[in-house]
């Protein structure tokens, strides 16, 4: 079984930048898709970033080509590089694995396993 343990988040100036890593337990990481989602107060779950077993990703459209998402299957490790940020990327930041499905995902029902959150939030 996976178990995903997310990094703190934090307090981040408009304009500036955050790293996020969520560290997984399990023998099943490297066959495991990636992903991560946000979810801010009043609103529903949504989509940011996922990488597949063979690295490929894709990303939301308000975060593509700010925000970036890598793994490192020897620390079975995931990150979420936040560059430029806006206040509207303030939310809980969830990462989540999809065991078993190697290729990018990117629909919550997708994944399985999910870490506990983290917030960030963006000040002007």
């Known amino acids: 079984q996976v178990q995903l343990v997310e990094s703190e988040g934090g307090l981040v100036p408009a304009g500036g930048s955050l790293r996020l890593s969520c560290a997984a337990s399990?023998?099943?990481?490297?066959?495991?898709?990636m992903g991560w989602f946000r979810q801010a107060p009043g609103r529903e779950r949504k989509f940011v970033a996922a990488?597949?077993?063979?690295?490929?990703?894709y990303y939301g459209d308000s975060v593509n080509g700010r925000f970036t998402i890598s793994r490192d299957n020897a620390k079975n490790t995931v990150y979420l590089q936040m560059n430029l940020m806006k206040s509207e990327d303030t939310a809980v930041y969830y990462c989540?694995?999809?065991?078993?499905?190697?290729?990018?995902?990117?629909?919550?029902?997708?994944?399985?396993?999910w870490g506990q959150g983290t917030q960030v939030t963006v000040f002007s």
């Open positions: 990488i597949s077993a063979s690295n490929r990703t």
């Open positions: 989540a694995a999809a065991p078993g499905t190697p290729y990018v995902v990117v629909s919550p029902a997708h994944f399985e396993v």
């Open positions: 399990g023998r099943t990481f490297r066959r495991a898709a």
